[in-house]
């Protein structure tokens, strides 16, 4: 098999998959200078006679996988496929693997120290200095930039997946308490507390998203939600901008209802004119989406992908073998069986 990768992976990982499945073919998107455009993935895809693809950002489309009807399988190295049109894949019969968790110690760790940046003014602070302004009295900055510690804080988690149970795992050990709104999963340790989302925001210290986006999801956390939080809470969201209402938020911080925000994620990319009223406010702690922007991240979608497509094929080969003695037995016993129908 012939595996065509456009996703960063390291040399190593390259190897362990052209050891196990034959040959692969490295065109790294950060080479190209972007993400392959639709009809040039599928140029790249035809030139090189790939039998598959592992890819991080292009955008795997109906065209594309129609163009190439033989793909054995596509890898998306990201946390979820939201670049491949998964329901065509599977019409097709391709199985469709993705990276899940690549990503949670890089976004939990960025949470974690985003948080006591913003709660110790670090920023602010750093900037008052070097632009001169201590300019007499021992105590002027300790009296002007005093903040408060991250210990002892409610931390709610809107979302209980693979980056927020990281999260949480790490803020536990200030010690903060832990509360949580997910439908769909239990916290496997005992101390964090499972609640509703309206009892999540009127309750925590801290509001932190990490939802993905569904239908459910867009536009779930609106004017309501954020008008209950305390007044003194922290909204935090490094997830996706989408599941939050922008205006409702950005009322609520210019009108001090809320202490602030931390935000690493907004609707358009760069943003728009619209995100820098949001970005712009003092109580604002803006990050250009660098939540994920680790290299150990890229380390982490390797061995996932490859322990995933290793078993895939161990597997798979076994079934062809056990399929292929089972007709061997059969031929044996029935002349009209053949391996040709299999």
């Given at each position: 098999?012939?595996?065509?990768?456009?996703?960063?992976?390291?040399?190593?990982?390259?190897?362990?998959?052209?050891?196990?499945?034959?040959?692969?073919?490295?065109?790294?998107?950060?080479?190209?200078?972007?993400?392959?455009?639709?009809?040039?993935?599928?140029?790249?895809?035809?030139?090189?006679?790939?039998d598959a693809i592992i890819a991080e950002l292009d955008q795997i489309t109906e065209k594309v996988i129609k163009a190439v009807p033989h793909l054995?399988?596509?890898?998306?190295?990201?946390?979820?496929?939201?670049?491949?049109?998964?329901?065509?894949?599977?019409?097709?019969?391709?199985?469709?693997?993705?990276?899940?968790?690549?990503?949670?110690?890089?976004?939990?760790?960025?949470?974690?120290?985003?948080?006591?940046?913003?709660?110790?003014?670090?920023?602010?602070?750093?900037?008052?200095?070097?632009?001169?302004?201590?300019?007499?009295?021992?105590?002027?900055?300790?009296?002007?930039?005093?903040?408060?510690?991250?210990?002892?804080?409610?931390?709610?988690?809107?979302?209980?997946?693979?980056?927020?149970?990281?999260?949480?795992?790490?803020?536990?050990?200030?010690p903060c308490d832990i509360r949580y709104y997910d439908p769909y999963v239990t916290s496997p340790d005992p101390r964090d507390q499972k609640v509703?989302?309206?009892?999540?925001?009127?309750?925590?210290?801290?509001?932190?998203?990490?939802?993905?986006?569904?239908?459910?999801?867009?536009?779930?956390?609106?004017?309501?939600?954020?008008?209950?939080?305390?007044?003194?809470?922290?909204?935090?969201?490094t997830a996706r901008s989408v599941v939050v209402d922008h205006h409702a938020l950005v009322e609520q911080l210019q009108q001090n209802q809320i202490?602030?925000?931390?935000?690493?994620?907004?609707?358009?990319?760069?943003?728009?004119?619209?995100?820098?009223?949001?970005?712009?406010?003092?109580?604002?702690?803006?990050?250009?989406?660098?939540?994920?922007?680790?290299?150990?991240?890229?380390?982490?979608?390797?061995?996932?992908?490859?322990?995933?497509?290793?078993?895939?094929?161990?597997?798979?080969?076994?079934?062809?073998?056990?399929?292929?003695?089972?007709?061997?037995?059969?031929?044996?016993?029935?002349?009209?069986?053949?391996?040709?129908?299999?």
């Amino acid at each position: 098999m012939k595996i065509l990768i456009t996703a960063p992976y390291h040399e190593q990982g390259r190897q362990q998959l052209a050891d196990t499945f034959g040959e692969v073919i490295y065109r790294c998107w950060k080479d190209h200078g972007q993400a392959y455009q639709e009809d040039e993935l599928i140029s790249l895809l035809q030139s090189t006679g790939a039998d598959a693809i592992i890819a991080e950002l292009d955008q795997i489309t109906e065209k594309v996988i129609k163009a190439v009807p033989h793909l054995q399988f596509i890898g998306v190295c990201r946390g979820t496929p939201s670049n491949v049109d998964v329901p065509v894949a599977t019409d097709r019969r391709i199985p469709v693997f993705y990276t899940p968790a690549r990503n949670a110690q890089a976004v939990a760790e960025m949470v974690v120290g985003s948080l006591i940046t913003f709660l110790r003014s670090i920023i602010s602070s750093s900037q008052w200095l070097e632009a001169g302004e201590w300019q007499s009295g021992s105590l002027t900055a300790y009296l002007k930039f005093k903040g408060n510690e991250l210990a002892g804080k409610t931390v709610g988690m809107v979302g209980f997946g693979a980056v927020a149970q990281r999260t949480a795992g790490i803020l536990r050990s200030f010690p903060c308490d832990i509360r949580y709104y997910d439908p769909y999963v239990t916290s496997p340790d005992p101390r964090d507390q499972k609640v509703s989302l309206a009892e999540l925001f009127a309750t925590s210290d801290i509001v932190s998203i990490h939802l993905p986006v569904t239908e459910d999801t867009k536009g779930l956390i609106g004017t309501e939600l954020l008008q209950s939080m305390k007044k003194d809470a922290i909204f935090v969201n490094t997830a996706r901008s989408v599941v939050v209402d922008h205006h409702a938020l950005v009322e609520q911080l210019q009108q001090n209802q809320i202490r602030g925000a931390i935000i690493d994620v907004f609707d358009q990319e760069p943003p728009l004119p619209k995100d820098y009223e949001l970005i712009s406010l003092p109580n604002v702690l803006a990050i250009p989406h660098l939540a994920g922007a680790t290299y150990e991240v890229e380390d982490h979608h390797v061995e996932i992908m490859n322990r995933a497509l290793i078993e895939w094929f161990e597997h798979h080969n076994t079934a062809v073998k056990v399929l292929y003695n089972k007709a061997i037995l059969e031929d044996i016993n029935d002349d009209t069986t053949s391996l040709s129908s299999l």
